[in-house]
């Protein structure tokens, strides 16, 4: 089994910044995606921002230029950097890692940025 571990949410006021922190432990199949992903009341669950093993990266439009994703492999962890952050970036954001083997989700964690 693979676990994922979300931590680094909370509320912060427009303009701010957070990270977010999601470690994989169990048994990790190489190689492999991780990526974030976000869901608002009433929306669906929409991609945020992905990366390979190999650190090829993918956005949404409305993150481009404010966010960014990275990976430790050493660490089995991947982060999100979001910086210039607005009201409409205020949803629970999900982990996730897949492979050829599997794919799993966090629990998820609350973003919530004030006007």
């Known amino acids: 089994q693979v676990r994922l571990v979300e931590s680094g949410g909370g509320l912060v006021q427009a303009g701010g910044s957070l990270r977010l922190s999601c470690a994989a432990s169990?048994?990790?199949?190489?190689?492999?995606?991780m990526g974030w992903y976000r869901q608002a009341p009433g929306n669906l669950r929409d991609l945020v921002a992905t990366i390979t093993s190999s650190a090829m990266t993918n956005y949404a439009d409305s993150v481009k230029g404010r966010f960014t994703i990275s990976r430790d492999n050493a660490k089995n962890t991947v982060y999100l950097q979001m910086n210039f952050l607005k009201p409409e970036d205020t949803a629970v954001y999900y982990c996730?890692?897949?492979?050829?083997?599997?794919?799993?989700w966090g629990q998820g964690t609350q973003v919530t940025v004030s006007s």
């Open positions: 996730n890692t897949r492979s050829y083997q599997y794919s799993v």
């Open positions: 169990g048994s990790i199949s190489s190689p492999n995606t």
